[in-house]
């Protein structure tokens, strides 16, 4: 009997030891599943700059069937954004954007396609940098009055948020009325380029001068001359962005 107890005992020690080296298992917190949407491709909004306004187009070259045109200042969506500029049109570099307009969708010449919204006629120089401000805090505008009191003249100086040669030279289009005759200037060509037309009924002789350097604009000058009165505007790159200055005297 001792036997059987003492083996009884031994059993139970042993059951009771690896009771307890049998580890507990962790408790697992279940994983929600949440079902978000993807994010959302922003769309970024673009002005048209061109003066006579911009074709919308079926397909990515400039051969494709033309769905629309849209109109000078239009704010059009952007659906796809094309960096590489494989597109040259008159010294204007750019690509095909794929932009929505009017329900339509298709695709843009993108150097005339702008972050700028473009002067709305009849707007004064005041009056756009002002506009312009809200979004772009750099765009300025300052005004030197001199000259004498039988001849008075004044230097009206814009800086324009953008390092592109063609938007300054068409926001001054509009903004002083260089003649639309007057096309943007190639980048390349001669070191110095003059273009004269006269105006006989009205007595006035209209300048372009162009200044180049390696086949990069350095300078545009409009000059617009009449018996009464001189009116020139300068172009020029000024710290990645570009200044339209025009002098303004009565003779």
Same mark, same amino acid.
């Given at each position: ?34 079902? @978000?949407?993807?994010?959302?491709? /922003? ?38 954004? =094309? ?16 932009? !929505? ?30 506009? !312009? ?17 039988? =001849? ?49 009924? @009205? ?34 790159? @000024? ?9 303004? /005297?009565?003779?």
């Amino acid at each position: 009997m001792k036997t059987k107890a003492l083996a009884l005992l031994l059993t139970i020690t042993l059951f009771a030891s690896c009771e307890k080296k049998v580890p507990q298992q962790e408790k697992s917190t279940p994983t929600q599943i949440t079902n @978000q949407p993807p994010p959302q491709k /922003k769309i970024t909004s673009l002005y048209v700059i061109a003066a006579s306004g911009l074709s919308l187009r079926a397909y990515n070259n400039l051969q494709s069937q033309k769905l629309a045109v849209m109109p000078y200042g239009t704010k059009v969506e952007v659906v796809s954004l =094309e960096t590489n500029n494989t597109m040259n049109i008159n010294g204007v570099k750019g690509a095909m954007h794929q932009v !929505l307009y009017n329900n339509k969708t298709g695709y843009a010449f993108s150097g005339y396609l702008s972050n700028l919204f473009p002067p709305e006629p009849g707007s004064t120089p005041k009056m756009y940098i002002s506009d !312009l401000q809200s979004t772009y805090p750099t765009a300025s505008i300052n005004e030197l009055v001199g000259g004498t009191a039988s =001849e008075p003249s004044s230097t009206e100086t814009l800086l324009i948020p953008t390092p592109k040669w063609h938007e300054a030279y068409l926001i001054a289009q509009k903004l002083y009325g260089i003649p639309r005759d007057f096309l943007f200037p190639n980048p390349k060509g001669k070191d110095t380029q003059l273009q004269t037309k006269e105006n006989e009924l @009205q007595g006035a002789l209209n300048e372009l001068q162009v200044t180049r350097l390696d086949n990069t604009l350095v300078e545009i000058t409009y000059k617009h001359t009449t018996q009464n009165f001189v009116q020139r505007i300068t172009i020029v790159k @000024q710290d990645g962005m570009m200044q339209i200055q025009q002098y303004y /005297k009565i003779q």
